[in-house]
């Protein structure tokens, strides 16, 4: 007799990521932040491309994985007229720290995942801060800081909507082993 | 659901902990190349070539609005606006006209004193598209470009005075580093009494400091601080900035100014690039014969 799978597996999901979908939502979340936002409220804007990889990080982690991670980072830094590697910088080593706890994250509902997903949103914001501040380019700007905390206040809304998108139960309505 | 990459059976790839490094030291040596030479600036325009379109895109339905916003001013709204641009024209040609005699005479005069023409600029106007997202530096895009022929360097203007200056050049757009970035630095002449110093920006669109200032140099609140030309960058003459308070030195061997832009610095969103014209030396070439005879 064989036994069900405990978990649902590839084929069950009705909607399962397919590359087509990771990299058509990367590029949405990238050109989201290349709107022309208000330079007033610019600090304010999280940076969507890495909250959007990180998702699918722990979503599909065979998907889209460092490389990706390394090449969003180059456009970013391109977009941001930043020094080159900045941001490819934060997005691997963001993305490397996610598949790491890769395992444990998938297993935790939205608002456990948020928890342990600030750290590195925010951090990437300081990563970005302190090299620049490494590297001479005078005080820092630290309301930038603040895109991180909006980031992770979105990180429920942006879970649950890419949830939709591959009509994922909710991590908390999953059996579990 | 072939499209759906599994984990494999075998692993035949490098471990994660080992294209971490490899990536990160990519991001290292881009770093330092960046940091510390211009290597990369194609690599960049080219990237941002692919980039900028999909932006101009973006920016369309924005600015599209923006314009049926326009289109319900009221009639009164234009009139009233129209009379003033009309006066502001008129005294503006008034100026002019000063300002072409004066120029004729200053060529005269330092034709007569055997000095070189001073280069002359003429003006591309453009538009501020974005502003940079950079939380160390204070930068603009504009949309004129490597297309419209802009070159790293050029001195960037508005109608009050100096603004900044071209730092990056793409193909559809330019980077300008505007006088309130830290790292720019403006050559300038003290117009009451010569006295050359450099404004530098320090962050803030409010305010320009002159940092390493002579303890007894004469600045006073209320002086007004030209470009003086002598870097070869930015033309002589163009007004850049008003002394608000001169502190004393503390802790330091240098006093230290602080000055308020004259030129719109992070307020409008037009400015012109200008275009240093080609150097006519027509004046110049009969008189270098005539000199070498002189000197023979």
């Not at chain 1, 932040?33 to 940076?47: F, G």
């Not at chain 2, 003429?122 to 603009?140: C, H, N, Q, Y």
């Not at chain 2, 870097?231 to 002589?236: K, L, N, Q, T």
Request: proline share 8%; aromatic share 8%.
């Amino acid at each position: 007799m064989i036994l069900p799978p405990l978990l649902p597996q590839g084929a069950e999901l009705a909607h399962p990521p397919t590359r087509a979908k990771v990299y058509l939502s990367l590029l949405l979340a990238f050109v989201l932040t290349l709107l022309p936002w208000m330079e007033q409220i610019r600090w304010l804007v999280p940076d969507f491309t890495l909250m959007v990889l990180l998702y699918w990080n722990i979503r599909a982690p065979r998907i889209a994985a460092l490389g990706a991670a390394f090449s969003l980072g180059l456009l970013t830094d391109v977009a941001r007229g930043v020094l080159f590697g900045l941001n490819a910088l934060a997005y691997c080593i963001a993305t490397f720290i996610v598949l790491l706890l890769q395992r444990r994250l998938e297993g935790f509902d939205t608002p456990r995942q948020t928890l342990q997903i600030s750290p590195i949103l925010i951090g990437k914001e300081m990563l970005v801060l302190a090299l620049g501040l490494m590297m001479g380019r005078g005080d820092a700007d630290w309301r930038w800081l603040v895109a991180g905390v909006v980031a992770a206040l979105l990180w429920s809304p942006l879970a649950w909507l890419l949830d939709r998108v591959t009509s994922q139960a909710p991590a908390s309505q999953q059996p579990t082993l | 659901m072939s499209s759906a990459p599994r984990a494999p059976l075998f692993v035949r790839e490098m471990g994660l902990p080992a294209r971490f490094s490899l990536y990160v030291m990519v991001c290292l040596f881009l770093l330092a190349l960046d940091a510390r030479y211009s290597t990369l600036a194609g690599m960049r325009a080219g990237i941002n070539a692919l980039i900028h379109p999909g932006q101009m895109a973006l920016a369309w339905p924005l600015d599209w609005m923006q314009g049926v916003a326009r289109f319900f001013v009221s009639h009164g709204e234009l009139a009233a606006e129209n009379a003033r641009l009309k006066r502001q024209q008129e005294l503006l040609d008034a100026g002019m006209l000063d300002r072409v005699a004066i120029a004729a005479e200053n060529s005269q005069l330092r034709a007569l004193m055997a000095l070189p023409p001073r280069p002359g600029f003429s003006m591309l106007p453009g538009e501020i598209i974005e502003a940079s997202t950079d939380p160390f530096a204070r930068k603009v895009i504009i949309n004129r470009g490597a297309g419209q022929g802009i070159v790293a360097g050029w001195p960037v203007v508005d109608a009050h005075g100096l603004v900044g200056q071209v730092t990056r050049v793409y193909p559809w757009s330019a980077e300008v580093s505007l006088l309130s970035d830290r790292s720019q630095g403006v050559p300038v002449q003290n117009m009451r009494n010569g006295l050359r110093v450099i404004v530098s920006g320090q962050g803030s669109d409010n305010f320009l400091e002159v940092r390493f200032l002579d303890m007894h140099a004469d600045l006073q609140p209320g002086d007004l601080l030209y470009t003086s030309g002598i870097d070869g960058v930015y033309p002589a003459g163009v007004p850049v900035a008003r002394v608000v308070k001169t502190e004393p030195p503390q802790h330091t061997p240098f006093a230290r100014a602080l000055c308020q832009p004259l030129g719109g610095v992070g307020r409008y969103r037009h400015m012109a690039v200008l275009v240093p014209a080609p150097q006519t030396a027509v004046p110049e070439k009969p008189q270098d014969p005539a000199q070498k005879k002189k000197v023979k």
